[in-house]
Structures are given as structure tokens and as C-alpha cells.
């Protein structure tokens, strides 16, 4: 009994015991399929995971290969068909290179962060983008502007190994990147000072008080510019129906201009201007230890170098300096008639200078009497060394004289420099007065004080270079300047 009671059990463990080897196959299939898929999520997610490391950085190098093209270009790029073409080459190459991206995967490809521009929407392609398509012309106050580029490269399929076992046959991998170039706009100012031919002005007035009195008369001047020293409340004034206008892209004006320059008929409107300084301060005047000459002149018809009390009558005068110590008059149809002549306004004192305010000999030609003068010349100096200092100079006036010349009638220079006068009139301390009509000077004129008293006058000054004192002054302007640098800063997110 005890016997096969034992047996009983034992018998029952068996079936049990088989029993339990189906549950078991049952369950080992179950954790082999758990670690098939485990071993997909790990073998095929790290190699895709691999494979999206190469996509970023293909993507990175592609984004800045087109940076670095556009770079290259600079100013020069205008977005033209071949200049883009040439960007979108360097970026598929480098996506080539790197990725093994091939040139029919960018056809239609799409990016739904696309930058505004597509260079390459020929094929249907937004997956190369840019923010502009060419530069702009920078604007005012412009500092900087940046054009980006975007890259998504085209979709990569991944085979998947043991992925396969839960039905994923591929893993999809793409990247994209942004980089950029910025273009820096600098902008420069810079004063320049040149020296230009010619003095700083065709008629220079150096007066301190009311230098300028033009009242009725009309003044036109060419070839440079008009300049009133004075700062006293009125330093130059014209009547209602005079004018002094300046043609040929000269200013009018000094150091209290507008503001001191009385009347309407200042043209163009006076401006503010530096003062000048003499600009003929440099030539040495005659007398004691001068090359001028120290003989006595004559009387005759024709004249001869020399120092001379007065001139008066028609005379042809021979090259050279003319001392005059009182007066020189013209009447009637009196003419002085030369070439190469300079003449020399000294006081009674000569050889002495004149003294401070003295007024010495001085100019008056009423009528039709005229001054067809034409100053000594370079050619002339050659053979002459004593004129030399003063070439292109006409009327020379001891910087102490304040008399006043006058130029009346309607004869003086009438017909201008074709059958007239020219060179400079200098009387730093004397007054130039301007009467008659219709005559031209074609001079430079610096004078203490210039009126046109009495009845309308008109007069042209004309300031021929080539027939003056040779000059140079100082200018100063100042020039703008802007300047652009291209830089691919590299990527930018």
C-alpha cells in the first residue's frame, strides 16, 4: 500500500514535468523575439545614429562650401545665373563628397524651412536657399548686412539589419545647416589740403572796415572767386540796382559773410569763407637793394625803363619797370600802350618806401584814355633776371600807398585781353575805383578798398591763370568715402 502510494505521486510529477517544456519553449521564443528587436533598436538606431552625424556634418561643410563661394565673389556678386550656379555646384559637391548625395536626389527636393530665395528652383529644388538674391546697394548709415544660406540635404534611406525582423526596412536620415556672410559697410571721411594753381581769389579785398562799395555798378567775375576780408557790420554793399556776380563755379563771400554783405545783388549768395592772407606778400618791393631800375625815364613817344615823376599822353612803353613818384593821367583817347611792363606806384621818397598811410602816386584815366599793358612774362625773365620777381604783375602799388586810382571812362582794357591788358593789380593799402562801362580787366585785383562811386560801371574781371603772378593756394575739402569687406562667419544655427 505504502508502495503504491508512492508511486501514485511520482507518476503525476511526470506528467507535470511534461507539461512544463511546452511553456517553456513557449516563453523562450518570446524573449528570443524581445532580443531581435532589442538588437534592432540597437544595431540599426546607432548606425542610423552614425549616419545622421555624417548627414550634419555633409550638411555643415555644404552650408559653408556656398558661404565661402559667395564670400569669393564680394562686391562683384550680382546674383547672376552663372554665379549661383557656381554656389549651388560647390554645395552639391561637398554634399557629395561627404554624404555620397547624388545630383538627381536634389531634383524636387523639398524644405519646408526653405529660405526666401531658391537659386536652383530650375529642378524644382528648395532644399539650397538664401536670404537674398543679390546684394542691395548699401543704405545710408549702413553698418552691416548678412545674407544666409540654407541647406537640407535630400532624403538618405538607411537599410536596417536586424530591423527587418519587425518589419522596418529602412531608417530615413537628413540634416540641415545655415551659415551666412555678412557684408561690413565702412564709411570714411578724410580733409584733404591741395595745392591748386592760381590765388585764392580773382578779386581779394583786405580792408578791415566797408571794403567793397559797389553802390549801382556791375561787377562779373570769372576764373575765381571773390573775397572780403573785412568783419565790420557792413563789410561789402551794393545798391538796389548794382551786382557782383561770379560765374563759372566761384564763391562770394569772408569771414563775416553773410551776415556783412549788404543788398540783393550778390551772386551766387555770399558765404562764409576763410580770410585771406596777401597773397602776394612775397614779391619784393622796389627801391633801396631791388633790381628795379634807378635811372630817370625820358619824354619821348617812347619810353624806357625808369623812375619817372609823372606819365601823361599816349606813349609806348618798351619792355620793362616803370618808377612812377606822383601821377599817371589819361585824357581824351590818351593811350599807354606794352609788353612785358610792370608799374611801380612809390611815393615822392623813392627809393625810400612810402610811410604807413602815405598816399603816393596813383592812376586817373577819364575819357577814353586807356592801359592796353601786358606784364612782364617768363620768357622775358630769361633774358631779363631784374623783372623776373615779378612776372604777370601789372600795377604795383608800395604796400604803404593809399592812394586811389581811378578808371573813369569808357577806354581802359575796352576790348579785353584780345587787344587790351591783363595782369594783376596790386594795391594792398590803396582803393580802386571802378567807373565807366563795358570794359574787361583780365586780372587779379588785390586791393584795400574797391568802390564803383559815381555813375554805373561796368566791368568784367576775367582771371586768366597764364597772364597773372603764378600762384598756388592751399584748398581744403573734404572727401567721402565708404569701403565693404565680405566675411562667412561660418554657420550660424
Given at each position: 500500500?505504502?508502495?503504491?502510494?508512492?508511486?501514485?505521486?511520482?507518476?503525476?510529477?511526470?506528467?507535470?514535468?511534461?507539461?512544463?517544456?511546452?511553456v517553456?519553449?513557449?516563453?523562450?521564443?518570446?524573449?528570443?523575439?524581445?532580443?531581435?528587436?532589442?538588437?534592432?533598436?540597437?544595431?540599426?538606431?546607432?548606425?542610423?545614429?552614425?549616419?545622421?552625424?555624417?548627414?550634419?556634418?555633409?550638411?555643415?561643410?555644404?552650408?559653408?562650401?556656398?558661404?565661402?563661394r559667395?564670400?569669393d565673389?564680394?562686391?562683384?556678386?550680382?546674383?547672376?545665373?552663372?554665379?549661383?550656379?557656381?554656389?549651388?555646384?560647390?554645395?552639391?559637391?561637398?554634399?557629395?563628397?561627404?554624404?555620397?548625395?547624388?545630383?538627381?536626389?536634389?531634383?524636387?527636393?523639398?524644405?519646408?524651412?526653405?529660405?526666401?530665395?531658391?537659386?536652383?528652383?530650375?529642378?524644382?529644388?528648395?532644399?539650397?536657399?538664401?536670404?537674398?538674391?543679390?546684394?542691395?546697394?548699401a543704405?545710408?548709415?549702413?553698418?552691416?548686412?548678412?545674407?544666409?544660406?540654407?541647406?537640407?540635404?535630400?532624403?538618405?534611406?538607411?537599410?536596417?539589419?536586424?530591423?527587418?525582423?519587425?518589419?522596418?526596412?529602412?531608417?530615413?536620415?537628413?540634416?540641415?545647416?545655415?551659415?551666412?556672410?555678412?557684408?561690413?559697410?565702412?564709411s570714411?571721411?578724410?580733409?584733404?589740403?591741395?595745392?591748386?594753381?592760381?590765388?585764392?581769389?580773382?578779386?581779394c579785398?583786405?580792408?578791415?572796415?566797408?571794403?567793397?562799395?559797389?553802390?549801382?555798378?556791375?561787377?562779373?567775375?570769372?576764373?575765381?572767386?571773390?573775397?572780403?576780408?573785412?568783419?565790420?557790420?557792413?563789410?561789402?554793399?551794393l545798391?538796389?540796382?548794382g551786382?557782383?556776380?561770379?560765374?563759372?563755379g566761384?564763391?562770394?563771400?569772408?569771414?563775416?559773410?553773410?551776415?556783412?554783405?549788404?543788398?540783393?545783388?550778390?551772386?551766387?549768395?555770399?558765404?562764409?569763407?576763410?580770410?585771406?592772407?596777401?597773397?602776394?606778400?612775397?614779391?619784393?618791393?622796389?627801391?633801396?637793394?631791388?633790381?628795379?631800375?634807378?635811372?630817370?625815364?625820358?619824354?619821348?613817344?617812347?619810353?624806357?625803363?625808369?623812375?619817372?615823376?609823372?606819365?601823361?599822353g599816349?606813349?609806348?612803353?618798351?619792355?620793362?619797370i616803370?618808377?612812377?613818384?606822383?601821377?599817371?593821367t589819361?585824357?581824351?583817347?590818351?593811350?599807354?600802350?606794352?609788353?612785358?611792363?610792370?608799374?611801380?606806384?612809390?611815393?615822392?621818397?623813392?627809393?625810400?618806401?612810402?610811410t604807413?598811410?602815405?598816399?603816393?602816386?596813383w592812376?586817373?584815366?577819364?575819357?577814353?584814355?586807356?592801359?592796353?599793358?601786358?606784364?612782364?612774362?617768363?620768357?622775358?625773365?630769361?633774358?631779363?633776371?631784374?623783372?623776373?620777381?615779378?612776372?604777370?604783375?601789372?600795377?604795383?602799388a608800395?604796400?604803404?600807398?593809399?592812394?586811389?586810382?581811378?578808371?573813369?571812362?569808357?577806354?581802359?582794357?575796352?576790348?579785353?585781353?584780345?587787344?587790351?591788358?591783363?595782369?594783376?593789380?596790386?594795391?594792398?593799402?590803396?582803393?580802386?575805383?571802378?567807373?565807366?562801362?563795358?570794359?574787361?580787366?583780365?586780372?587779379?585785383?588785390?586791393?584795400?578798398?574797391?568802390?564803383?562811386?559815381?555813375?554805373?560801371?561796368?566791368?568784367?574781371?576775367?582771371?586768366?591763370?597764364?597772364?597773372?603772378?603764378?600762384?598756388t593756394?592751399?584748398?581744403e575739402y573734404?572727401?567721402?568715402?565708404?569701403?565693404?569687406?565680405?566675411?562667412?562667419?561660418?554657420?550660424?544655427?
Amino acid at each position: 500500500m505504502v508502495h503504491r502510494l508512492i508511486r501514485v505521486p511520482v507518476r503525476k510529477a511526470h506528467s507535470f514535468r511534461s507539461d512544463e517544456s511546452g511553456v517553456v519553449l513557449v516563453f523562450t521564443v518570446i524573449v528570443m523575439s524581445l532580443m531581435m528587436a532589442l538588437a534592432a533598436l540597437v544595431i540599426d538606431l546607432g548606425n542610423a545614429r552614425q549616419q545622421d552625424r555624417q548627414a550634419e556634418a555633409a550638411a555643415d561643410a555644404a552650408a559653408l562650401a556656398g558661404a565661402q563661394r559667395l564670400e569669393d565673389f564680394g562686391s562683384t556678386f550680382t546674383g547672376s545665373t552663372s554665379q549661383w550656379a557656381e554656389i549651388n555646384a560647390a554645395v552639391k559637391s561637398f554634399a557629395t563628397v561627404n554624404f555620397g548625395v547624388a545630383a538627381s536626389s536634389w531634383i524636387g527636393c523639398s524644405d519646408s524651412k526653405a529660405l526666401t530665395y531658391h537659386p536652383d528652383a530650375g529642378n524644382s529644388n528648395s532644399c539650397i536657399s538664401a536670404d537674398l538674391a543679390y546684394w542691395p546697394p548699401a543704405l545710408p548709415n549702413e553698418a552691416s548686412l548678412t545674407n544666409r544660406i540654407r541647406v537640407q540635404l535630400p532624403e538618405h534611406l538607411v537599410e536596417t539589419g536586424f530591423g527587418k525582423a519587425i518589419d522596418q526596412d529602412s531608417l530615413s536620415v537628413s540634416a540641415a545647416a545655415v551659415s551666412a556672410v555678412t557684408r561690413a559697410t565702412t564709411s570714411a571721411t578724410t580733409t584733404v589740403i591741395e595745392e591748386e594753381a592760381g590765388g585764392p581769389c580773382a578779386l581779394c579785398v583786405l580792408g578791415p572796415e566797408l571794403s567793397l562799395d559797389g553802390q549801382n555798378g556791375d561787377i562779373t567775375v570769372r576764373g575765381g572767386n571773390v573775397v572780403v576780408n573785412s568783419t565790420a557790420t557792413t563789410g561789402a554793399s551794393l545798391h538796389s540796382n548794382g551786382h557782383v556776380k561770379v560765374l563759372g563755379g566761384g564763391t562770394i563771400g569772408g569771414p563775416s559773410a553773410p551776415g556783412n554783405f549788404s543788398g540783393s545783388g550778390f551772386s551766387p549768395a555770399p558765404t562764409n569763407l576763410a580770410p585771406v592772407s596777401d597773397p602776394l606778400a612775397a614779391v619784393p618791393a622796389c627801391g633801396t637793394g631791388s633790381t628795379c631800375p634807378t635811372n630817370s625815364g625820358g619824354s619821348s613817344s617812347t619810353l624806357n625803363p625808369g623812375i619817372y615823376t609823372n606819365i601823361s599822353g599816349s606813349h609806348t612803353l618798351n619792355p620793362g619797370i616803370y618808377i612812377v613818384k606822383n601821377m599817371i593821367t589819361l585824357n581824351g583817347n590818351d593811350l599807354l600802350v606794352g609788353s612785358g611792363v610792370m608799374l611801380y606806384l612809390a611815393c615822392s621818397s623813392y627809393p625810400n618806401p612810402c610811410t604807413t598811410g602815405q598816399a603816393g602816386a596813383w592812376i586817373k584815366a577819364t575819357g577814353n584814355g586807356a592801359m592796353r599793358l601786358k606784364p612782364p612774362t617768363a620768357a622775358q625773365c630769361a633774358s631779363n633776371s631784374a623783372i623776373c620777381p615779378y612776372v604777370g604783375l601789372s600795377i604795383f602799388a608800395d604796400r604803404n600807398n593809399t592812394a586811389t586810382s581811378t578808371y573813369r571812362g569808357n577806354g581802359t582794357n575796352e576790348n579785353g585781353l584780345n587787344n587790351g591788358g591783363a595782369g594783376t593789380f596790386y594795391l594792398k593799402s590803396g582803393t580802386l575805383d571802378l567807373r565807366g562801362n563795358g570794359y574787361t580787366l583780365s586780372s587779379q585785383i588785390v586791393v584795400n578798398f574797391l568802390t564803383m562811386e559815381g555813375n554805373p560801371s561796368g566791368v568784367s574781371v576775367v582771371y586768366d591763370l597764364s597772364q597773372n603772378v603764378p600762384l598756388t593756394h592751399s584748398v581744403e575739402y573734404t572727401t567721402s568715402s565708404s569701403a565693404q569687406s565680405f566675411d562667412s562667419g561660418g554657420l550660424v544655427g
